[in-house]
């Protein structure tokens, strides 16, 4: 019981040190270390989501699972609506792609679909975060 | 739904974190059933119930009933 309160955490303080290395250093091979990067934190997190879906404690798990359908509505429908934002407000699809331009031999469209990718679970981890806390809010 | 949770625990003696630790529950969840926000599982409810050695409905009352 007491490792597993610390496991969000822990996964936290392995993968943010990671995280900004990869922003900082110059690394050999950076998009696909990134890509390995994307790939472990999702599956940790999914790990983690999994684990505390089945939580005996019927209670967390209740928040758990509210915080979930939340987060995946809300990032979503968030996709959804920057996406038609895209095609309906002119110069952003510009803009966005001219961030999307790099040196290091990637597509622009490569580089736009990891950043798609990036704002959708972006979106849904901070619709689960408000989810998860607005159950626990609305139960004091 | 109604409860005697807190009346029970305090005769006991007994804080939040050790009826929480009985049940193997985290001490929020015991606040969020004893204030009525959260109805426990049938499950979760007699084990609450034998904890106390009362039966189910002496520890919880169905709010259709008691209205």
């Given at each position: 019981?007491?490792?597993?309160?610390?496991?969000?955490?822990?996964?936290?303080?392995?993968?943010?040190?990671?995280?900004?290395?990869?922003?900082?250093?110059?690394?050999?091979?950076?998009?696909?270390?990134?890509?390995a990067?994307t790939a472990g934190?999702l599956?940790?997190?999914?790990?983690?989501?999994?684990?505390?879906?089945?939580?005996?404690?019927?209670?967390?798990?209740?928040?758990?699972?509210?915080?979930?359908?939340?987060?995946?509505?809300?990032?979503?429908?968030?996709?959804?609506?920057?996406?038609?934002?895209?095609?309906?407000?002119?110069?952003?699809?510009?803009?966005?792609?001219?961030?999307?331009?790099?040196?290091?031999?990637?597509?622009?469209?490569?580089?736009?679909?990891?950043?798609?990718?990036?704002?959708?679970?972006?979106?849904?981890?901070?619709?689960?975060?408000?989810?998860?806390?607005?159950?626990?809010?609305?139960?004091? | 739904?109604?409860?005697?949770?807190?009346?029970?625990?305090?005769?006991?003696?007994?804080?939040?974190?050790?009826?929480?630790?009985?049940?193997?529950?985290?001490?929020?969840?015991?606040?969020?059933?004893?204030?009525?926000?959260?109805?426990?599982?049938?499950?979760?409810?007699?084990?609450?119930?034998?904890?106390?050695?009362?039966?189910?409905?002496?520890?919880?009352?169905?709010?259709?009933?008691?209205?």
């Amino acid at each position: 019981m007491g490792i597993d309160r610390h496991l969000p955490f822990l996964g936290l303080l392995i993968l943010l040190p990671l995280a900004a290395g990869l922003l900082v250093l110059d690394v050999p091979g950076e998009p696909m270390w990134g890509i390995a990067f994307t790939a472990g934190a999702l599956l940790y997190s999914g790990w983690l989501t999994a684990r505390r879906l089945r939580d005996p404690d019927e209670v967390k798990s209740a928040a758990v699972s509210f915080g979930v359908v939340v987060g995946s509505g809300l990032g979503a429908a968030v996709a959804v609506m920057v996406v038609v934002s895209m095609i309906a407000v002119p110069g952003l699809a510009d803009f966005i792609t001219q961030q999307a331009v790099t040196d290091n031999g990637l597509s622009p469209a490569n580089v736009g679909f990891a950043y798609g990718v990036l704002f959708t679970v972006v979106a849904m981890m901070l619709g689960f975060a408000i989810g998860h806390s607005g159950w626990w809010l609305s139960r004091r | 739904m109604k409860n005697r949770l807190k009346v029970l625990r305090a005769e006991r003696d007994w804080t939040q974190a050790d009826l929480a630790r009985e049940l193997g529950v985290s001490r929020n969840s015991v606040n969020a059933i004893e204030n009525g926000k959260f109805d426990p599982s049938l499950p979760l409810a007699f084990r609450i119930a034998r904890l106390f050695g009362l039966a189910i409905e002496e520890v919880f009352q169905d709010d259709h009933v008691s209205s």
